[in-house]
Nanobody, 123 residues
Framework: VQLQASGGGLVQTGDSLRLSCVAS????????IGWFRQAPGKEREGVSC????????YYADSVKGRFTISRENANNTVSLQMNSLRPEDTAVYYC?????????????????WGQGTLVTVSS
């Protein structure tokens, strides 16, 4: 199983970015993909999650209304559209698979992780 996260970059406050996570080698159709982020010196925190079965979505309060998670069926890709970015959104963003499709906020139930993509928002 491989997860490839991409789309990070350096932007200014108020700008947008779209992150993508491509999953390969995972044969089950019952799972969820979550996005997490980790800022320097801080714990990794859950940002958003989508269940691929019914497309239920979940968001952390800090990103609700600004970020949108979606799944593209054709190529097992989950995207995270990030609008109105703030300096506090600066972090390495990771995508991960939860094979039980629960979308937990804790990181430990997730089975597979991508390598992370860096998002830097300047003020």
């Amino acid at each position: 199983v491989q997860l490839q996260a991409s789309g990070g970059g350096l932007v200014q406050t108020g700008d947008s970015l779209r992150l993508s996570c491509v999953a390969s080698g995972f044969t089950s159709g019952y799972y969820a993909i979550g996005w997490f982020r980790q800022a320097p010196g801080k714990e990794r925190e859950g940002v958003s999650c989508i269940k691929v079965t019914d497309r239920s979505t979940y968001y952390a309060d800090s990103v609700k209304g600004r970020f949108t998670i979606s799944r593209e069926n054709a190529n097992n890709t989950v995207s995270l559209q990030m609008n109105s970015l703030r300096p506090e959104d600066t972090a390495v963003y990771y995508c991960a698979i939860d094979s039980l499709a629960n979308c937990p906020w804790a990181r430990y139930p997730y089975d597979y992780w991508g390598q992370g993509t860096l998002v830097t928002v300047s003020s």
